[in-house]
């Protein structure tokens, strides 16, 4: 079974930064994709931003130009940098991957995972 594991969350003054780590876990995992995303209280969970298989990343738009992706060369691990926070970006962030893993009778088929969360929170 796969697990993601995030950390690096905490309070932080308006225009800090903060660094959250997420491992995957769970035996012979393959990542398809690796992705940040986030909800507010009262609000939807938000897609903050994906690092495709092919390299490409996204960002949401309310992010973008401040936070940045990164993942490790085995795609086991993924990184968000938040620079420049803002008390609009206080949420519980979540990491997730879109990944297949090796079971006993062969690969289970793809499907989406996620983290527990971690909360982050700009003060103003």
């Known amino acids: 079974q796969v697990q993601l594991v995030e950390s690096g969350g905490g309070l932080v003054q308006a225009g800090g930064s903060l660094k959250l780590s997420c491992r995957v876990s769970?035996?012979?995992?393959?990542?398809?994709?690796l992705s940040w995303h986030r909800q507010a209280p009262g609000k939807q969970r938000e897609l903050v931003a994906i690092f495709w298989n092919n390299g490409i990343i996204n960002y949401g738009t309310s992010v973008r130009g401040r936070f940045t992706i990164s993942r490790n060369n085995a795609k086991t691990a993924v990184y968000l940098q938040m620079d420049g926070l803002d008390p609009e970006d206080t949420a519980v962030y979540y990491c997730s991957t879109n990944a297949i893993y090796h079971t006993p009778t062969g690969w289970a088929p793809a499907r989406d995972y996620w983290g527990q969360g971690t909360q982050v929170t700009v003060s103003s």
């Open positions: 769970g035996g012979q995992i393959s990542t398809n994709t």
